[in-house]
């Protein structure tokens, strides 16, 4: 199996869909002529995937779905593996593609901030006048990151809006003030800077396509620090959009490096420093059983 065998396409367009079921019966029908997994979320506000697919398929598949979705082959962003990054292929009927519960203040199809090309977002951050957001979850940016990039350390994307609520106006930051933020595909900060637009922000921009799609067009020049969190199997991707060197705590879902692989603290499927001593009893018997089962599985399998 080459290491290209499998292509990672992530997308997600902001769009109005008024017969959901629809819609998803259309990309069901399409979806199942090819080997897919992965999840894709349908919701009255539009789209967002994030699939493998066999790489020789690729190039039938894209032109299939951006057909349906209306959109360009540049809008979605591409990596590649040698496995599935899925166990299954999901698809999901949602009432948000990404939940906040705001729909009166944040509509990403009327307002939404200013987009900077991934070619063009070296030198617009580098200007001292900018205030550079990373919007994703605080697990996220431990491990990687743009240099300094504002932290909110958020447990997840309410708390990102509630950040700019007390952060922002709580100290002063002029309306006319230059924000750019950030995050994995581009789908945060398109409700992000939404809201922030509502909230009377003038001067606010985001990473077009996100820190993959930046990562794709500017291996050479790349200004990122560190692994790039992913929400699938490879757990982090590097510089070059290859599977990165963390693993994922079964317990706590914290990425693992290795310093914290040869903690003592760290029990392989169980346990890691950041959870050790927050677990039960019960949970952790729990989590050993879950670890010899699939320990035994992996062991028959290559039988």
């Known amino acids: 199996m080459t290491e ?9 367009k902001f769009t109005k869909i008024i017969n959901i079921f629809k819609y998803k019966n259309l990309l069901n029908k399409e979806i199942k002529k090819f080997d897919i997994r992965g999840i894709i979320l349908i919701a009255p506000e539009g789209v967002n995937i994030s699939i493998s697919i066999l790489s020789s398929q690729k190039y039938l598949f894209t032109k299939k779905i ?37 729909l009166n203040e944040i509509e990403p ?4 901030g200013k ?9 617009f951050i580098s200007n ?13 940016t431990k491990i990687g990151s743009f240099k300094n990039a504002i932290d909110p350390k958020a447990k997840d994307f309410s708390d990102i809006l509630n950040w700019i609520d007390n952060y922002l106006l709580k100290n002063n930051i002029n309306t006319d003030k230059k924000i750019a933020m950030f995050c994995t595909g581009g789908i ?10 509502f909230k009377g922000y003038k001067e606010v921009y985001h990473l077009e396509g996100g820190i993959l799609k930046y990562l794709e067009e500017s291996k050479k ?8 969190f992913v929400f699938d199997n490879r757990v982090s991707v590097d510089t070059k959009l290859q599977k990165g060197s963390y693993n994922l705590c079964f317990a706590c879902r914290m990425p693992l490096n290795e310093t914290d692989k040869k903690s003592k603290k760290f029990v392989k499927g169980v346990v890691c420093p950041y959870c050790y ?9 729990k989590y050993t059983t879950r670890n010899k089962q699939l320990e035994n599985m992996s062991k028959n399998a290559t039988k």
């Open 128 to 140: 001292p006048d900018v205030l550079l957001v990373d919007t994703r979850n605080y697990y996220e």
């Open 221 to 228: 020049k790349s200004k990122w620090i560190g692994e790039c």
């Open 188 to 197: 945060r900060c398109e409700k992000a800077t939404s809201y922030l637009r």
């Open 66 to 102: 951006t057909k349906i979705i209306n959109c360009t082959q540049n809008e979605l962003k591409f990596s590649y593996t040698n496995s599935h990054i899925f166990r299954k292929l999901k698809i999901k009927v949602k009432r948000e593609i990404l939940t906040t519960r705001l």
């Open 109 to 112: 199809n009327l307002l939404v």
């Open 4 to 12: 290209n065998n499998y292509t990672v396409i992530s997308f997600y």
């Open 115 to 123: 987009y900077v090309k991934p070619n063009k977002w070296n030198d």
């Open 277 to 285: 001593g927050k677990k039960s009893k019960s949970q952790l018997n």
